[in-house]
């Protein structure tokens, strides 16, 4: 069972709540388009299980990490992206700039990123 926080975006887009355009699903993980793409491929990965960022994920649930990076895997060799590269990043807290407090895994890709 997956632990749902019910005031959460993410696990409201997740149970179908809220709506999203989801890219890519599977048992553990669920990916969909960011809102605010900051490239022509900008996808979220999301774990179905709650936890609020990266360090929290490594402390109570890490096998969650290689289930998001798995779904990355599959995703990007499934629509080539590895082929033309791609980006993978995450945030921690207000300097890190995250804004939602569900771990997630930002996916870019679709032009030449730069630093
Ligand atoms: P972060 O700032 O790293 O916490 O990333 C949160 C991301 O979620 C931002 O890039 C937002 O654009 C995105 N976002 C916020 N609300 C939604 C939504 N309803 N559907 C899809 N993406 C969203
Ligand atoms: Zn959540």
Redesign the pocket.
């Known amino acids: 069972m997956f632990y749902?926080?019910p005031s959460?975006?993410?696990?409201k887009i997740?149970n179908g709540e809220i709506p999203s355009q989801r890219v890519y699903e599977d048992e553990k993980v669920v990916a969909f388009k960011d809102i605010k793409p900051s490239a022509p491929v900008h996808v979220l990965f999301?774990h179905r299980n709650?936890t609020s960022n990266i360090n929290d994920t490594l402390t109570r649930s890490p096998q969650d990490i290689l289930d998001l990076y798995s779904a990355i895997k599959t995703y990007t060799v499934q629509e080539g992206l590895d082929l033309s590269g791609f980006r993978v990043l995450t945030n921690l807290g207000n300097d890190g700039g995250q804004t939602v407090?569900?771990t997630h895994f930002h996916l870019l890709a679709g032009k030449r990123l730069k630093m």
């Open positions: 749902r926080d959460c975006l993410f696990c997740i999301v709650h407090l569900h």
